[in-house]
């Protein structure tokens, strides 16, 4: 399979000298530079790199231990959690013994997120987030699936936010410290509107709303995160 075939079938992917795929990837595969080797598997018609039309809430139609890697990122949160879970299980099925699923989905522990669900089964300010994702609902449907062998990165732990190395050559997570600017402050204009926040958290201790985006304070840091975690089949 060459970079400049993109549209595939799924005996293309099973062809593949090495299967890896991005779960939701929708435009994050092979050759988008991060994404180098995966095949994005979802519904999204646009794609213009390597790509294969499927519904995930449907099995994945490759032999048992076939999969090198799996990716997901941002892509979880859309469905259901007894949906999640059997696409876990079939991660669990397809991977080779020793392989590695990455998964990153917001971190609605993240204080500024923590309040999304209250009221709603939809996350309010974007209901497309029908599933509350952190750590602790992550885990539990790691092992309802069948994986024992994890490691939780990123993830809020009440309001300290664990930041843990990532090999970003085990697979591209862009909601970061590392990768988005929503997260640091730049500029003038950044630096006094942090400032502010940081005066009325230490004044209320409560959420802020500031031009539109919720705001979280920690280590002086505007943090748009995610539940990051490595799991080994």
């Given at each position: 399979?060459?970079?400049?075939r993109?549209?595939?079938?799924?005996?293309?992917?099973?062809?593949?000298?090495?299967i890896?795929?991005?779960?939701?990837?929708r435009?994050?595969?092979?050759?988008?530079?991060g994404?180098?080797?995966?095949?994005?598997?979802?519904?999204?018609?646009?794609?213009?790199?390597?790509?294969?039309?499927?519904?995930?809430?449907?099995p994945?139609?490759?032999?048992?231990?076939?999969?090198?890697q799996?990716?997901?990122?941002?892509?979880?949160?859309?469905?259901?959690?007894?949906?999640?879970?059997?696409?876990?299980?079939?991660?669990?099925?397809?991977?080779?013994?020793?392989?590695?699923?990455?998964?990153?989905?917001?971190?609605?522990?993240?204080?500024?997120d923590?309040?999304?669900?209250?009221?709603?089964?939809?996350?309010?300010?974007?209901?497309?987030?029908?599933?509350?994702?952190d750590?602790?609902s992550?885990?539990q449907?790691?092992?309802?699936?069948?994986?024992?062998?994890?490691?939780?990165?990123?993830?809020?732990?009440?309001d300290?936010?664990?930041?843990r190395p990532?090999?970003?050559?085990l697979?591209m997570?862009?909601?970061?410290?590392?990768?988005?600017?929503?997260?640091?402050?730049?500029?003038?204009?950044?630096?006094?509107?942090?400032?502010?926040?940081?005066?009325?958290?230490?004044?209320?201790?409560?959420?802020?709303?500031?031009?539109?985006?919720?705001?979280?304070?920690?280590g002086?840091r505007?943090?748009?995160?995610?539940?990051?975690?490595?799991?080994?089949?």
């Amino acid at each position: 399979m060459t970079a400049e075939r993109s549209t595939m079938t799924w005996p293309d992917v099973a062809a593949l000298d090495r299967i890896a795929l991005n779960l939701g990837g929708r435009l994050n595969c092979h050759p988008a530079p991060g994404y180098e080797g995966l095949v994005a598997v979802d519904l999204f018609q646009g794609a213009t790199g390597w790509h294969v039309t499927h519904d995930l809430r449907d099995p994945l139609p490759l032999p048992d231990g076939s999969v090198a890697q799996i990716h997901t990122e941002d892509f979880l949160e859309h469905i259901r959690p007894a949906e999640i879970v059997a696409l876990l299980t079939e991660c669990h099925r397809v991977l080779a013994p020793g392989a590695r699923l990455r998964i990153a989905v917001p971190d609605y522990e993240n204080p500024k997120d923590r309040a999304a669900f209250e009221h709603s089964t939809k996350d309010v300010r974007n209901d497309e987030h029908i599933t509350r994702t952190d750590r602790a609902s992550v885990e539990q449907m790691l092992l309802e699936a069948g994986f024992t062998t994890y490691e939780f990165l990123h993830y809020w732990d009440g309001d300290r936010f664990v930041r843990r190395p990532v090999d970003y050559s085990l697979g591209m997570v862009r909601r970061t410290p590392d990768h988005d600017p929503r997260c640091r402050r730049s500029g003038l204009k950044n630096t006094l509107v942090g400032a502010l926040s940081d005066l009325r958290w230490s004044i209320t201790h409560l959420r802020t709303w500031s031009r539109g985006t919720y705001l979280a304070r920690e280590g002086k840091r505007w943090y748009v995160t995610s539940v990051i975690v490595d799991v080994v089949r």
